[in-house]
């Protein structure tokens, strides 16, 4: 439940891809909100939905035309203004070359599980939840009771 | 659900005693705090430490069994915290898709 992954093939070069994933006027096409990102370690991003909801970021990693990573901060204002505690996660995108062109993999992880990778220590293992199919059997492998509440 | 509460859950989930906490409530069942820690690393007093952390979370629920506190799982804060994941990818599916159809639309204006 920790950790969302997803990916895409575009047949384009990574070199065409990057500019479309970090420029801000370019991001706001496609993100589903206004973006204005900073894309640099410690830049700032601003994300504004059409419902009055912004949420802000913290730019971690830059490769160009391959990684990009930032941490969403743990709060989002909305449209009233009032300011919501949310779950702080991290995101990484990666860019690889492959035969069909570029293969864009987003991984979105909650803050925990990024120290947990980090740390020494073992964690006990959490599903992975890929796709909503996912969802019910990630209930059933985390425990046998939710299960039944889910269905 | 509040995106506060998934929050809170999150936070309590965030220490890894926790999670085999819930994971040791989840394979035995209802417990109290000397089972669990019968099958944990941790003493138990710290087992009660996690417990009441769990419980401010809405995780566990408790119940009174002569001097000890019978604690269980609460799934729905758990499902719901799944859920916000699943939403989290939906969304992913769609600004990736966007992201696919736009670099070919600026692509075909070159």
């Known amino acids: ?151 | 659900m509040r995106p506060d509460r998934t929050d809170a859950v999150f936070s309590a989930l965030a220490d890894p005693t926790r999670r085999q906490v819930i994971r040791a409530l989840s394979e035995q069942g209802p417990s109290t705090a000397t089972g669990l820690a019968a099958n944990l690393p941790v003493t138990r007093q710290a087992v009660t430490k996690h417990l009441s952390a769990l419980a401010s979370a809405g995780l566990v629920t408790s119940s009174r069994r002569g001097r000890e506190k019978l604690y269980q799982i609460s799934p729905r804060p758990l499902t719901h915290a799944v859920s916000w994941m699943a939403d989290l990818g939906a969304r992913w599916d769609e600004r990736l898709a966007a992201l696919r159809d736009h670099v070919a639309t600026s692509k075909g204006r070159r």
């Open chain 1, 1 to 151: 439940m920790a950790t969302v992954e997803r990916e895409i093939t575009i047949p384009a070069t990574p070199a065409e891809v990057w500019p479309v994933l970090t420029q801000s006027d370019e991001v706001s096409v496609w993100f589903g909100a206004d973006v204005e990102l900073d894309v640099r370690p410690g830049g700032r991003g601003v994300f504004r939905w059409s419902d009055g909801t912004e949420r802000h970021a913290v730019v971690e990693a830059v490769e160009p035309e391959h990684r990009l990573s930032f941490r969403w901060l743990p709060f989002q204002h909305t449209a009233g203004r009032d300011v919501e505690a949310i779950p702080s996660t991290r995101v990484e995108i990666t860019l690889d070359e492959v035969a069909e062109g570029t293969r864009v993999r987003v991984v979105e992880q909650a803050a925990f599980a990024v120290r947990a990778t980090a740390g020494a220590a073992p964690a006990p293992r959490w599903p992975v939840v890929r796709s909503a199919v996912d969802r019910r059997a990630a209930v059933r492998r985390s425990a046998p009771e939710l299960a039944a509440i889910d269905a």
